[in-house]
């Protein structure tokens, strides 16, 4: 088959892999019919992240047709299903609690060490991005193996077009999940960092938790515009004090809610990486990892913290005193996709969510590595590339 | 079982995560038959009923299916069962090992027999741990092949047994929790090199 594979920094190519087989009763097989770029994938084409392999096939927000299923996958052949960027057993103790992303078993036992060291406790495994999160090929194919297949993949109604449900892979679930750990109340003002596509979604999902403001606070004018279009009032960093604009616009209080969907947007997985950009903060202040500072010190007394936004290692220079004095709540976590996906999938069945609005591009497979470039050298316009292994390739 | 620790008032803590010099004798003490000077503890929670897991576990050819390193164990009588394990090098190593003691549903205890490859002794514990299922926790003490050195290129291949022992406990884990053994490979063919 063909795969976008990783060999190095910027360097993704379509190789010619052996296609995946069944190798646990669990699995299945699918032929992909619809795969996105993801903005953490930028990560992985910028070589911030380590235990990459040459050869690793990238991608995990995808879904297709089921063509195989092992003797306990409860799928059936032609069925369509968007697949959690999460690989979850279904069975352990988090799973249990509907805690997917924390699941025991969804790496493999040899690639738990890392993870075990880093953090404490092993995650769960995700498609396509790197070894520390188990090594699995990712979606950026035209097969892919899917373990706990019967747990895992939401089976998508007949006529429903996959544009319409394919970001309940990662990117929906993420920005809802976002805006719930908000505990947004009636009436409350919630301020978004970043409007990528996960801001832009937890930005919707706060207007229909009872939302009555939000605020999105980016540098993009298009995605300020992306913004704007849901309800939201809009800050540009680039033209306003975003502390002194958010106390304006809140009459001095600050936002009941704030939520950083920014993070570590360059920094990688692994602590010398992370101290490296620390440092290189220090003297440059960046405003990427300015955006969880700014959030606490913004937030209203008693308010609460969600961050979505992708973080690894260590963060210098944390407010911890004002997070204290303040008496501010933080919810935080990679997301549980299982747990969410039947909900969406209903809210967008009933167009209560729309998320097409954000593909900007759509590229046959054949042409990914253009894609990543292009995503990767114009994020304003560039909002969404989504990749279709049955396109031709552009000439 | 090992981790009583009423001689250490004011630490619980379970012998293998202890800083103190006399651990290993301590825990040689539960052992009931010392073999070899290297301590690996490991406790994992599975969320299984603890019948279940002990039966499995007590019919020592499972054994195979969950220990990368071991290629088989067999019967010889009720007690006792010939190992043959995967050692640095493409090589094997072989010993008969006996239960020294057993409590149904409770632990297991053996030791391999005068002439082991590499000797060993340990013991596996089965706690009941109610809605979460059961607590199983390993405890081996044993020889490492070639003193110091021979722990290093075992490190290296990764046959080293408190890796390894920690690996198979997750292994164990995922077979009784999810009916498989999870793996990234993504063809037969890469499946049968990493379980080589």
Same mark, same amino acid.
């Given at each position: 088959? @063909?795969?976008?594979?990783?060999?190095?920094?910027?360097?993704?190519?379509?190789?010619?892999?052996?296609?995946?087989?069944? #190798?646990?009763?669990?699995?299945?097989?699918?032929?992909?019919?619809?795969?996105?770029?993801?903005?953490?994938?930028?990560?992985?084409?910028?070589?911030?992240?380590?235990?990459?392999?040459?050869?690793?096939?990238?991608?995990?927000?995808?879904?297709?047709?089921?063509?195989?299923?092992?003797?306990?996958?409860?799928?059936?052949?032609?069925? @369509? $299903?968007?697949?959690?960027?999460?690989?979850?057993?279904?069975?352990?103790?988090?799973?249990?609690?509907?805690?997917?992303?924390?699941?025991?078993?969804?790496?493999?036992?040899?690639?738990?060490?890392?993870?075990?060291? #880093?953090?404490?406790?092993?995650?769960?495994?995700?498609?396509?991005?790197?070894?520390?999160?188990?090594?699995?090929?990712?979606?950026?194919?035209?097969? $892919?193996?899917?373990?706990?297949?019967?747990?895992?993949?939401?089976?998508?109604?007949?006529?429903?077009?996959?544009?319409?449900? /394919?970001?309940?892979?990662?990117?929906?679930?993420?920005?809802?999940?976002?805006?719930?750990?908000?505990?947004?109340?009636?009436?409350?003002?919630?301020?978004?960092?970043?409007?990528?596509?996960?801001?832009?979604?937890?930005?919707?999902?706060?207007? #229909?938790?009872?939302?009555?403001?939000?605020?999105?606070?980016?540098?993009?004018?298009?995605?300020?515009?992306?913004?704007?279009?849901?309800?939201?009032?809009?800050?540009?960093?680039?033209?306003?004090?975003?502390?002194?604009?958010?106390?304006?616009?809140?009459?001095?209080?600050?936002?009941?809610? $704030?939520?950083?969907?920014?993070?570590?947007?360059?920094?990688?997985?692994?602590?010398?990486?992370?101290?490296?950009?620390?440092?290189?903060?220090?003297?440059?202040?960046?405003?990427?990892?300015?955006?969880? @500072?700014?959030?606490?010190?913004?937030?209203?007394?008693?308010?609460?913290?969600?961050?979505?936004?992708?973080?690894?290692?260590?963060?210098?220079?944390?407010?911890?005193?004002?997070?204290?004095?303040?008496? #501010?709540? /933080?919810?935080?976590?990679?997301?549980?996709?299982?747990?969410?996906?039947?909900?969406?999938?209903?809210?967008?069945?009933?167009?209560?969510?729309?998320?097409?609005?954000?593909?900007?591009?759509?590229?046959?497979?054949?042409?990914?590595?253009?894609?990543?470039?292009?995503?990767?050298?114009?994020?304003?316009?560039?909002?969404?590339?989504? /990749?279709?292994?049955?396109?031709?390739?552009? $000439? | 079982?090992?981790?009583?620790?009423? +001689?250490?008032?004011?630490?619980?803590?379970?012998?293998?995560?202890?800083?103190?010099?006399?651990?290993?004798?301590?825990?040689?003490?539960?052992?009931?038959?010392?073999?070899? *000077?290297?301590?690996?503890?490991?406790?994992?929670?599975? &969320?299984? !009923?603890?019948?279940?897991?002990?039966?499995?576990?007590?019919?020592?050819?499972?054994?195979?299916?969950?220990?990368? &390193?071991?290629?088989? %164990?067999? !019967?010889?009588? !009720?007690?006792?069962?010939?190992?043959?394990?995967?050692? !640095?090098?493409?090589?094997? %190593?072989?010993?008969?090992?006996?239960?020294?003691?057993?409590?149904? &549903?409770?632990? +297991?205890?053996?030791?391999?027999?005068? =002439?082991? *490859? %590499?000797? &060993?002794?340990?013991?596996?514990?089965?706690?009941?741990? =109610?809605?979460?299922?059961? %607590?199983?926790?390993?405890?081996?003490?044993? *020889?490492?092949?070639? =003193?110091?050195?021979?722990?290093?290129?075992?490190?290296?291949?990764?046959?080293?047994?408190? +890796?390894?022992?920690?690996?198979?406990?997750?292994?164990?884990?995922?077979?009784?929790?999810? =009916?498989?053994?999870?793996?990234?490979?993504?063809?037969?063919?890469?499946?049968?090199?990493?379980?080589?």
């Amino acid at each position: 088959m @063909r795969a976008l594979a990783w060999h190095g920094k910027h360097d993704v190519r379509v190789d010619t892999v052996d296609d995946p087989e069944i #190798l646990n009763p669990r699995d299945c097989i699918i032929k992909v019919t619809s795969t996105a770029i993801c903005g953490s994938d930028l990560h992985l084409y910028d070589g911030y992240i380590p235990t990459m392999q040459k050869g690793d096939i990238l991608g995990h927000e995808f879904m297709g047709e089921v063509v195989e299923t092992g003797p306990k996958s409860t799928l059936k052949k032609g069925q @369509r $299903v968007v697949v959690p960027f999460t690989i979850a057993c279904g069975s352990c103790y988090h799973c249990g609690k509907h805690q997917y992303s924390a699941c025991d078993n969804g790496l493999p036992a040899d690639n738990q060490d890392i993870a075990q060291e #880093l953090y404490g406790q092993p995650m769960s495994g995700l498609f396509g991005y790197s070894h520390m999160t188990g090594g699995y090929a990712g979606g950026q194919a035209e097969y $892919v193996r899917v373990p706990f297949s019967d747990v895992g993949p939401i089976v998508i109604p007949d006529g429903v077009e996959d544009e319409k449900v /394919l970001f309940l892979s990662d990117i929906l679930p993420t920005g809802w999940q976002a805006a719930e750990n908000a505990d947004i109340e009636p009436g409350d003002t919630v301020a978004v960092w970043g409007c990528g596509p996960v801001g832009l979604f937890s930005i919707q999902s706060a207007f #229909l938790m009872g939302a009555e403001r939000v605020i999105a606070i980016d540098h993009f004018p298009h995605r300020l515009e992306l913004a704007k279009k849901f309800g939201a009032e809009t800050i540009n960093f680039e033209q306003s004090a975003v502390y002194e604009a958010l106390m304006e616009m809140t009459g001095g209080i600050g936002p009941d809610a $704030v939520i950083d969907s920014v993070g570590l947007e360059a920094h990688g997985f692994f602590v010398d990486n992370v101290i490296d950009q620390i440092k290189k903060s220090t003297f440059l202040g960046t405003d990427r990892i300015h955006s969880i @500072r700014q959030a606490i010190i913004a937030c209203r007394k008693g308010g609460r913290v969600s961050m979505p936004a992708v973080y690894g290692g260590f963060v210098d220079k944390f407010p911890l005193g004002a997070f204290m004095e303040k008496g #501010l709540t /933080l919810k935080t976590g990679q997301t549980h996709v299982q747990h969410y996906m039947p909900a969406l999938l209903n809210a967008i069945m009933e167009d209560k969510i729309d998320t097409t609005f954000l593909i900007s591009h759509r590229m046959a497979l054949e042409d990914a590595p253009k894609g990543y470039k292009m995503f990767h050298d114009n994020q304003n316009e560039v909002t969404k590339v989504v /990749l279709k292994p049955d396109f031709a390739a552009a $000439v | 079982m090992p981790g009583d620790t009423e +001689i250490h008032p004011g630490d619980d803590a379970p012998l293998a995560a202890s800083k103190r010099d006399t651990a290993i004798d301590e825990a040689t003490e539960s052992l009931i038959e010392p073999k070899g *000077d290297a301590l690996s503890g490991r406790a994992v929670t599975i &969320n299984r !009923p603890l019948p279940e897991l002990f039966a499995y576990w007590r019919d020592f050819t499972n054994l195979a299916t969950f220990m990368d &390193n071991v290629v088989s %164990v067999s !019967p010889i009588d !009720p007690k006792r069962s010939h190992w043959v394990v995967k050692a !640095p090098g493409g090589k094997t %190593v072989e010993w008969d090992a006996a239960i020294t003691e057993e409590q149904e &549903n409770r632990f +297991i205890a053996w030791a391999s027999e005068p =002439g082991a *490859d %590499v000797a &060993n002794s340990g013991r596996i514990d089965f706690r009941d741990a =109610g809605a979460r299922g059961t %607590v199983v926790t390993a405890t081996i003490l044993y *020889d490492p092949p070639a =003193g110091t050195v021979g722990k290093l290129i075992a490190k290296m291949f990764q046959r080293e047994p408190a +890796i390894q022992s920690r690996r198979d406990l997750r292994r164990f884990k995922q077979l009784m929790e999810t =009916g498989e053994i999870a793996t990234a490979s993504r063809t037969r063919a890469e499946l049968a090199e990493e379980r080589d």
